[in-house]
Each structure stands twice: as C-alpha cells, then as structure tokens.
C-alpha cells in the first residue's frame, strides 16, 4: 500500500528524499589518488609534505592525479596522526606601526616556505594578552610568535608545559623564560646620538614610546650614554609620542615649544620621527637638517621616501625573522630559552647634518 500525504510516514520519507539530493558529494582520498597515480598511499602524503623526500618525477604524477581528481589535503587528519597542525599562531597588537606589518609580510612568507600556515591574532592591550594567548593554546598550534605584545610568567608556563615553543620578536621580556629575538637597542640608541653630536648637535629632544617597553629603555639606555659625556643631559626635553605619526607630531610641538629648543630630536620609532619633521617643516617653518636634525629607528619602507630620506637606525626584520624560525623548530628546546641579540645598522641620509670633522 502506499503513502498517502497526510500520513505522517510519507513526510518523513519525502524529507529523506530531500536531504539526500542535498548531501554533498563525497570527498576524494588519498587512496584513490594513489590508484590513478600508480603509487602507495605513503608516496601521496609524501607528495603533499613540504621537505619530504620524493623524487620529482614521482611528485609530479601525484599532483597530475591529484588535480584530475580536485583532491584537496586533509591536513586535519594528517595532524592527528603526525601530532603537528603546522600553524604558527603570530600576536600583532601594534598594526598601526609599519615595521610590524612588515614583520607579518616577512614572517608569513618564510613560514609558508616551510609549510607552515601563520594564525594571526591582534590583542588588546593588558589583560587581553593573557585571555588571546589562551585563546591560540586551543588551536593546538605549533608555536607561538609575539610581536609588539607580552604575556606573564603564568602563561608562558602553561607554553611550556604543553612544550609549544614561545618566541618574542624585536622585543624581550626580561624574567619570563621564552625565546627572544631583537635589535640590540643599547646600541642602536648610542650610534643614533653618537651621529647627532658628531653633526654639531647640543640640545636635545626625545620622542619615546611607553617608558615600560623594553625597546624603549634599551633604546634610551644607549642614548644617555653617549650623551652624558658631551652635554647636560638634565636638559634633554622627553615627550610621549604614542608610538603614532599623530602623537610624534603633536610631541614635536611641544618640545619645539621650550625656550632653549632643541637642534635635534630623536624619534624612538620612524613612524614618529616622519611625525616630527612633518611638524617641524610645516608647522614651525624649520628645515631639517639645518635647523633640526631628526632621526628615528627601525628603517620602514617610509623612511627612505623622497619626501623624508629620514637618517635611521634599521631594525634587522629578516635576520630576527631567520633566527625565529630556527628557535620554533626542535634545534631550540624551551627547557634554556634562548636570548639572540642581533647588531644595530645606522642608515644615513638626509635629515641628519654631516659629521664634523
């Protein structure tokens, strides 16, 4: 007998009928790609992990069966066997600032070299932290990247303990046990003011960043250093740019605004020494490097315009990038955290006034 439409069975039936003309496809494996391509099973995942060992020849008859059959990885699965996502999980919380940008563009393309994906996560400040990088623990990725961020010695034990290697780059955080990779900041302060004493320089002014950033001190530590011998450094003007154009601007006002001004004026970041000249040319009618002399550091691509040609100290992204590869794979145990500190290189050009001699 069959159904009738009010009979509750026949929309039950209908409703199956339905969901199976909506059912997707099923998905390609690997073993039928390895049929079509007349090789094992192993020689497909092999064709598909990046420095595995395959010949070309036979790589290249996996792709051809792969691609006739739109097979696509599933790297998913392949993780739960191997044990590794081959996600890098990147902690952005400055995107305002070039350099970081240039950081994640650098970052992404080595990364990706070696068959890793990067998760990228931008933080609020603080607490906010601590709560994102619990956040990437759940993603079970395979390393950690921290960039223009910081994280306690709580979460970094939590790291540990589940053995994901933490790096932290072009900053470090002093007492808490991680991988670190950055500029040497002390020095790079002292070759800046060595440059600006050496052009005549007297009366100085500083546009820093949050005084708690170890950038910041290192960078600060190198400059008082070179200073305190040629003049009275109780007489160095300091504002806080917020590591922004605007506030580089605004904080180049208000030294400029002291009745001894300054002959100089060293930006901590670029993207605030661009702040400063724009201010000190078009709103105090000051040429640079004749009236002030600025410099800035980390070298972003801004810098070297026609319209700045701004003298800096350049921050080493793809060596710190390098070096941080190198510290998440398994060469670099967190068990003794590594501290790679990678020489400061002064780039002269226009905004500076030329060395006396």
Known sequence: MGLVPNDSRYFIAKAGRVLKQRQKPARTNSTEVARLAGVSIAAVSRAFAPGSSISPKLAAKVHEAARRLNYVPNNLARSLITGQTNIVALMLADMANPLFAEILTEASRRLEAIGKQVLLFTPEGGPGFDSC??????????????????????MARLCLDRNVPVVTIGRHLPDIRIHSVRGDGRDAGAQAASLLLAGGGRRFGIVTGPPVLTTMIERKAGIFAQLEPAIDVDQVVIEDGLLTYEGGYKAALKIMAAPDRPDSLIGMTDIMALGVMDALRHELGLKVPEDVAVIGFDDIAEASRASYRLTTIRTPTRQMVEQMIRLISDEASMDAPQEIVIPAELIVRASTRPVRR
């Open 133 to 154: 990088l619990q956040r990437i623990l759940e993603f079970q990725v395979d390393a950690i990247v921290i960039a223009a961020a910081t994280i306690s010695s709580r």
